[in-house]
């Protein structure tokens, strides 16, 4: 992959994490709003906080991708997959460019989560 490429890709991940950051902080400070005293209300925010808490947790994990895409993408090792070590397929990074395992890879693990 040439050198420029490269470097808009640097970018574009960048940029995608800095959206993550933003909203992982939004996240956050709705969480930190304090409790109401009412109970009632209280058993509802503490189920909105589940949801918000697992929103969190997702972005967590997507931020936690793209810097290692961006780890690999200095290492000169971005494309390939962690898994097997074959180039993962153009199409694949497209759509989403923090991938780290090939189409073939990738559905392997979904086969075997979804077994457990
Ligand atoms: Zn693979």
Redesign the pocket.
């Known amino acids: 992959m040439p050198a420029a490429s490269h470097e808009h890709l640097r970018e574009a991940l960048e940029a995608k994490k800095a959206e993550l950051m933003a909203r992982l902080e939004r996240i956050s400070a709705n969480l930190r709003r304090g409790y109401e005293a009412d109970s009632k209300e209280r058993a509802k925010q503490l189920e909105d906080n589940e949801v918000v808490d697992a929103l969190g947790n997702e972005a967590r994990a997507e931020i936690a991708k793209i810097s290692a895409a961006l780890r690999r993408l200095e290492a000169g090792e971005y494309g390939l997959?962690?898994?097997?070590?074959?180039p993962?397929e153009d199409g694949r990074l497209e759509v989403y460019p923090y991938a780290d395992?090939?189409?073939?890879?990738?559905e392997?693990d979904e086969r075997r989560k979804a077994r457990q």
Request: aromatic share 8%; charged share 20%.
């Open positions: 997959c962690t898994e097997c070590g074959l993962i395992e090939c189409i073939e890879c990738a392997f």
